[in-house]
């Protein structure tokens, strides 16, 4: 039971990883699993072997979860975007008592409030930024080999910080499309080659990434774990806030406006429900 539980709430955190305006390492957070998995990561050698069936269980159900949501994700942005975008702001709400929880009984410091006031102002900075998005064919050149590996480094970061947006900083860069159209078409052999261009240096600028960034995000939650986690909960209110914005800034009709309130309930009960049963 304990190994589907952390299948399913892996299976989570990979579609909250491809979703614009979620943080795959938030739902991580909420699960309980991010702290075990970062030490892990930052300790390979130490910690690897040690917690291999965690790891293999973990990281399976993220792959699966980008591999087989990354088509159906964007299919349902494209054509049903306040109903899918509700869902996972809803799941995101459910999970910012448990972050509560984690500064709970700490007496509240100026530093730490000056801390999360800093993050919330870089996101707001950062969301507020266009410089569009690249959706044509990339050139395949050394140069955007560079850049696909810089952009699986940037997804890292996003991917490792809680209450960061790895969608969204790809957005930034002009690199989420071309990421998740390859993701959702890597079984399509006759664009195989276009894919693998373009999923490899990603590969590699994410592993490395991962590897590199952890390093430093659990030095940070070792030396600085309080004013950490105030950033943390500073990012994922402000995110579900411009989420919020951004859904708020068009026009929806009545009955897509109620199952959208309906999944938005949904998507509350359903991490409300994991983290209580969370041991």
Not at 151 to 175: E, H, K, N, Q, R
């Amino acid at each position: 039971m304990k190994d589907i539980k952390l299948f399913i709430e892996g299976f989570i955190i990979g579609i909250g990883k491809i979703i614009p305006g979620v943080s795959g390492a938030m739902f991580a957070m909420m699960f309980g699993v991010y702290e075990k998995a970062l030490n892990i990561i930052s300790n390979l050698k130490k910690e690897l072997f040690k917690n291999l069936k965690f790891m293999i269980i973990l990281g399976t159900s993220i792959l699966l979860a980008i591999i087989l949501g990354s088509n159906i994700i964007k299919r349902c942005l494209d054509n049903y975007y306040l109903p899918t975008m509700m869902l996972f702001i809803g799941m995101m709400s459910g999970g910012i008592k448990p972050l509560f929880n984690k500064v709970k009984g700490i007496k509240v410091e100026k530093k730490n409030i000056i801390c999360a006031i800093i993050v919330v102002a870089i996101l707001v900075i950062v969301s507020s930024l266009n410089f569009g998005v690249n959706e044509g064919n990339l050139d395949k050149n050394p140069l955007t080999f560079l850049l696909l590996i810089i952009s699986g480094f940037v997804d890292a970061f996003a991917t490792v910080t809680p209450g960061i947006c790895g969608t969204a900083l790809l957005m930034i860069i002009g690199y989420y499309d071309v990421v998740i159209t390859s993701l959702g078409d890597i079984f399509n052999v006759n664009n195989l080659e276009n894919n693998l261009f373009i999923l490899i240096p990603f590969v590699i600028g994410l592993l490395l990434g991962l590897y590199l960034i952890s390093k430093l995000i659990n030095y940070l939650f070792k030396n600085h774990k309080t004013k950490t986690y105030y950033s943390i909960i500073g990012f994922a209110i402000t995110s579900i806030i411009l989420l919020f914005k951004d859904v708020l800034s068009k026009t929806y009709g009545i009955q897509e406006i109620i199952i959208s309130i309906v999944l938005f309930i949904i998507g509350f009960i359903i991490v409300h429900f994991l983290e209580k049963k969370e041991i």
